[in-house]
């Protein structure tokens, strides 16, 4: 009996990702088995991977690029990766923790034609079958749905989102990386440029500031004056008036997303006294930040200062997960623009989970002024990331 013990051990695979987590969770969700098809949940399940010749579109020919990752509860040594032929090329340089690949496909029918084969091979049995089903086209689904007639699907979203809801020292260092470099790229960005500067100038030096840092750019959210708008544009920056620059990055496909302010030429009083006001909410929500806390107190503290607050109408407040993909588990609350129920509003923070915490005032004459900051939770409380230039910037160009 030892023996057969020690030999099923040495045919484990070593995976990055906790697989007894995943198999707990798929077993609360009712699922046998699980199929993984968006690019983010194929990223954590490989251990960083994301092929490089479909990083930044899907289509091709008349159909897409659909990779899948064939996982059965409790079996991982059953891992399978389906894929386009080309990553075969990745095989040969080792980058697949499973022995079982499939590169033979290059459409969405294709893969789930060999995920059926796969399916009937190493889980005969399995009848329920957990999808991402906002990640699925509808003619891979028929594909599976006619392949395995005896087989239910149902989400696998909850299950996956859960399983990368606490972070790694690894992917913590990533999140913290690429925080840093976003700032680091704004303040420089905000001082290369001064009167006379659009909107889209900006926009564009910030992207390239990005990049020189290592930091693969997502977005610009920018505004400037008295307007709300925050597309970049031909807009240009006058003397007295607030810039808000909110840029999303990322490395290694965890993202830094946060937001600074800048001003042409000295804040004033009001100005100074604004954005003292929403740093005060941002620190209010870190402040019961820790292991163990319930999650929804991060809002106790800023709900209580908007309530005061001569601004309060103007006022908005959110906290959210971050890691790979934004608005991640935890979800705190159900009044996020992004949708969801608020699943850890009553449950307690745990270790390495991370927090995205913004304050926005759209004030009528002085603009829109905003803060968001990156804190991850410890043990003991919290530790911020990219935490530079949180107060008024002003323009150097």
């Not at 409790?74 to 040969?92: F, K, L």
């Not at 060999?114 to 594909?143: C, K, M, N, W």
């Not at 913290?176 to 564009?204: F, N, P, Q, W, Y």
């Amino acid at each position: 009996m030892l023996e057969e013990q020690l030999n099923v051990a040495a045919r484990l695979p070593d995976t990055p990702f906790d697989a007894a987590r995943l198999d707990r969770l798929l077993e609360e969700a009712g699922l046998d088995a699980v199929l993984v098809t968006s690019k983010h949940n194929i990223q954590y399940m490989l251990g960083g991977y994301r092929y490089f010749f479909y990083a930044n579109m899907d289509a091709h020919g008349l159909s897409r690029y659909l990779p899948c990752l064939v996982y059965v509860k409790g079996r991982p040594q059953d891992a399978t990766y389906v894929a386009s032929p080309m990553e075969d090329y990745e095989r040969e340089l080792g980058k697949f923790w499973m022995d079982s690949t499939h590169f033979g496909n290059m459409t969405s029918r294709q893969t789930a034609a060999t995920v059926v084969a796969t399916l009937q091979r190493v889980a005969p049995h399995a009848r329920h079958i957990g999808i991402e089903t906002s990640f699925l086209p509808v003619d891979a689904y028929e594909v599976l749905r006619d392949g395995l007639p005896g087989a239910t699907f149902g989400s696998a979203t909850l299950p996956l989102e859960l399983l990368r809801a606490v972070k790694t020292q690894a992917e913590l260092a990533l999140l913290e990386d690429a925080s840093t470099k976003v700032v680091d790229a704004m303040l420089a960005a905000i001082g290369r440029h001064g009167a006379g500067a659009t909107k889209a100038d900006i926009a564009d030096a910030l992207r390239l500031e990005e990049i020189t840092r290592g930091v693969t750019f997502d977005y610009c959210l920018i505004t400037m004056g008295q307007s709300f708008n925050r597309a970049p544009s031909r807009q240009t920056w006058q003397d007295g008036e607030v810039l808000s620059l909110d840029s999303g990055g990322n490395i290694g496909g965890y993202i830094g997303d946060l937001c600074r302010m800048a001003i042409l030429g000295e804040p004033d009083a009001e100005l100074e006294d604004l954005l003292a006001e929403i740093d005060a909410i941002q620190m209010a929500a870190r402040e019961p930040v820790r292991a163990g806390a319930r999650g929804g107190d991060v809002f106790a503290g800023p709900e209580a200062l908007l309530g005061r607050s001569p601004q309060r109408e103007r006022l908005d407040f959110v906290a959210h997960g971050m890691g790979i993909i934004s608005h991640e588990a935890p979800w705190l609350t159900g009044r996020s623009a992004v949708p969801y129920e608020p699943y850890h509003a009553d449950l307690p923070l745990e270790a390495g989970m991370v927090l995205s915490i913004e304050t926005t005032l759209l004030h009528p004459r002085r603009g829109f002024i905003k803060l968001e900051d990156t804190v991850a939770v410890t043990e003991t409380g919290w530790t911020a990331f990219g935490d530079a230039g949180r107060g008024w910037n002003q323009a150097g160009g």
